[in-house]
């Protein structure tokens, strides 16, 4: 077990973690760390929202277009410096601290739950 600590399953109900597709990624030169500001669209029950994501060692802008990502969006929204992230973009960290993008290896529509 991590240093986390054990929560109860209806702990985890309360995070809604969607698949979403990314519509826009732009360069955000503002952000402290090297960060891309995204668009991700989560379909039509939770719409187009936006992220700072700090992806920029493993991925391009370019390549970040049409990708499906999985993402929290029931966090409130987060400033970061001129920017308002309205999700968490879901990564793992390799063995150099930079974020891989967690995505389903299968297609599934946008906004399909995780859980």
């Known amino acids: 077990m991590s240093g986390a600590g054990v929560i109860q399953f209806s702990d985890f109900e309360k995070v809604d973690i ?6 826009r990624a732009e360069e955000f030169p503002e952000a402290r760390r090297p960060a891309y500001k995204l668009e991700i669209d989560f379909g039509p029950e939770v ?6 994501a700090q992806v920029t060692c493993h991925y391009r802008t370019a390549e970040l277009l049409g990708r499906r990502v999985v993402a929290v969006v029931n966090f409130p929204p987060k400033r970061v410096g001129p920017f308002v992230s309205d999700v968490l973009v879901l990564g793992a960290y390799d063995e150099t601290g930079e974020v891989v993008l967690l995505a ?3 297609s599934v529509r946008p906004g399909s739950k995780i859980g």
């Open 18 to 23: 969607r698949v979403g597709v990314v519509t």
């Open 47 to 52: 719409g187009v929202k936006r992220s700072s």
């Open 104 to 106: 389903p290896d299968r």
